[in-house]
């Protein structure tokens, strides 16, 4: 049993640095837009939302990951490009974001919707 507390552990710390990466990943990339080819980009902040949805959330972080999703989905609407200077690198970055947190808010979604089945 302490084995597998410690694999379970080891998983929840690796989606940790996971979510990390991604976040640093998304708003580095909102800077610097022209450097990264949009289906690299896209790809991998996909594959590690992915990672985070699968591995990082218990059940008690469920419903806050889902609202704050939804939050950030919502504020994508939003055209921050009119801010002018900042407006641009702003809008970048959200969207950058909500492709980040969009895969582990479809797994929790999903998550959410077996286990009430199953109840």
């Given at each position: 049993?302490?084995?597998?507390?410690?694999?379970?552990?080891?998983?929840?710390?690796i989606?940790?640095?996971?979510f990390?990466?991604?976040?640093?990943i998304?708003?580095?990339?909102?800077?610097?837009?022209?450097?990264?080819?949009?289906e690299?980009?896209?790809?991998t902040?996909v594959?590690?939302?992915?990672?985070?949805?699968?591995?990082?959330?218990?059940?008690k972080e469920?419903?806050?990951?889902l609202?704050?999703?939804?939050?950030?989905m919502?504020?994508g609407?939003v055209?921050l490009?009119?801010i002018?200077?900042?407006?641009?690198?702003?809008?970048?970055?959200?969207?950058?974001?909500?492709?980040?947190?969009?895969?582990?808010?479809?797994?929790?979604?999903l998550?959410?919707?077996?286990k009430?089945?199953?109840?």
């Amino acid at each position: 049993m302490v084995q597998k507390a410690g694999k379970s552990l080891e998983l929840h710390r690796i989606a940790h640095y996971t979510f990390f990466v991604g976040l640093l990943i998304a708003i580095v990339a909102g800077f610097f837009r022209t450097v990264f080819t949009p289906e690299v980009l896209v790809t991998t902040l996909v594959i590690l939302g992915f990672v985070v949805g699968l591995f990082n959330l218990t059940a008690k972080e469920t419903t806050p990951f889902l609202i704050a999703a939804t939050a950030l989905m919502l504020a994508g609407i939003v055209n921050l490009s009119l801010i002018p200077g900042v407006g641009l690198y702003l809008r970048n970055m959200l969207s950058n974001i909500v492709v980040f947190v969009v895969p582990g808010a479809i797994l929790m979604g999903l998550k959410t919707i077996w286990k009430l089945a199953r109840d």
